[in-house]
Structure formats: C-alpha cells, structure tokens
C-alpha cells in the first residue's frame, strides 16, 4: 500500500487568507483525490487532482475556492482560499492505482477564525 | 450522480455478538465498494473491500456482501470486540476502480463489554 504525506498536519487561520495542504505519496499512484472531512460528517469528494491538467471538481467546488495543482505522480496541493469560518474541516488526500484500493493521508484539521 | 445511503446511523451492541450495516448505491456504473473504519481523531483506514466480480468476500471476523442487481452491499461483523467500536463508512466508486469514492454518512458502532 502507498504511504500518503500531508501537511500541516493542523492549521488555524484568519479569515480572508489562504491556506496551501500538500499531499505527497511514495510511490507513482495513477489517481489523487481530495475530501473534505466536516466535524462528525462523512467524507465529501471535492476534485480529482488531474496530473498536468486542471483538476475535476465536483459539484458545489469551484477552483477560485479550491485552486488544486499535480505537478507530477506523487504529489499534489489544495489550497482553500478566502476562508471563512464554514471552511473550517479536516481536508483528506487520497491516492488509488489503477485497480489497487484508496488509501488516505493523516488529513489537515483546519480552523478558521 | 452517484449516491450512497447507509444504515444504521449508530449501532449498539454486545462483546460477542454480530454487527451488520447496510448501503445502497444509485448508479449502475459503481463497481468497486470498499469499507473504512476511522478511530476518532484518525484518517480512514480500508477495512475490506468488494469488485463487482464477486458475491462475498471474508477476511477473519469481516465479510462483505454485495447484490449488484438490487444494488446494495453489506459489512458483516462477528464476535464482535471492543476494538470494533468506530465510525464505519461504506463507499462507491463512481465508475471503476481506482476512481474517486462516494461515502455513505457512517455507522457509530459501540461495542460494550
């Protein structure tokens, strides 16, 4: 199974700012992913980190919001822009292969204040 | 698009005894359905999984269970620990495997000693 990195690991920030989550994984994955994590809730799939194309929102994401990037295989950022207190979650990177399962990183908690 | 509904929302039971939580899914297309369990506090951990390929699949204590025509899958927990008690989610694919997941709302199960 790939070994997925994120960080920071937690985060408190001030409204209007921005906030930049990197997520790397050890090894060449075929497919990234980023969730969103609200207190108690399940996981919300937010886009599909493309490698060297714009990433596939879901619906109610929007890049202005949610600006993704994936440079190469194993590592992409999501960053969350002009935060309000309503973003405030815990942000989830995953990595899947081909036919091989999902696995996930630690996650970012992140508090908007 | 895809959407997952999962039951019960908590499920309370005995050391010893069996757990069993139910979802369903919308789209026809899903056809890799995996199970998480997440600890408090920690990122979702892959538990079991299921392809479309396959009825039922076990691993120990776990089972999995998936009705691709009425399209429905189900965890089966035995001898139930006190180690089990988590939040379980049940997920989708929204097409093939290695694509991104779509998560029921979870299953609080408590295991009492």
């Known amino acids: 199974s790939a070994v997925i990195s994120q960080k920071p690991s937690r985060d408190i920030c001030q409204r209007g700012t921005s906030l930049t989550i990197q997520c790397q994984v050890d090894?060449?994955?075929?497919?990234m992913f980023w969730y969103r994590q609200q207190p108690g809730q399940s996981l919300t799939l937010i886009a599909t980190?493309?490698?060297?194309?714009?990433?596939?929102?879901e619906s109610g994401f929007v890049i202005d919001k949610f600006p993704i990037s994936r440079p190469n295989l194993t590592f992409s950022t999501l960053t969350v822009s002009n935060m309000s207190p309503e973003d405030s979650s815990i942000y989830l990177c995953?990595?899947?292969?081909?036919?091989?399962?999902?696995?996930f990183g630690q996650g970012t908690r992140l508090t908007v204040v | 698009g895809e959407n997952v509904e999962q039951h019960p929302s908590t499920l309370s039971v005995q050391e010893g005894d069996s757990a069993v939580i139910k979802c369903t899914y919308s789209?026809?297309?899903?056809?890799?359905f995996p199970w998480y369990k997440q600890e408090l506090g920690k990122r979702p951990q892959l538990i079991i999984d299921?392809?479309?390929?396959?009825g039922e699949k076990k691993d120990q204590r776990i089972a999995v269970t998936l009705n691709k025509t009425a399209k429905h899958f189900s965890l089966h927990i035995t001898e139930t620990q006190p180690e089990d008690s988590a939040v379980y989610f049940c997920?989708?694919?929204?097409?093939?495997?290695?694509?991104?997941?779509?998560f029921g709302k979870g299953t609080t199960l408590s295991v009492s000693s």
């Open positions: 789209d026809s297309a899903s056809n890799y």
């Open positions: 995953s990595a899947a292969g081909g036919y091989t399962e999902a696995f």
């Open positions: 090894s060449q994955v075929t497919m």
């Open positions: 980190a493309n490698q060297g194309s714009e990433a596939t929102y």
């Open positions: 997920a989708a694919s929204k097409g093939q495997a290695g694509t991104a997941l779509i």
């Open positions: 299921i392809r479309s390929n396959v």
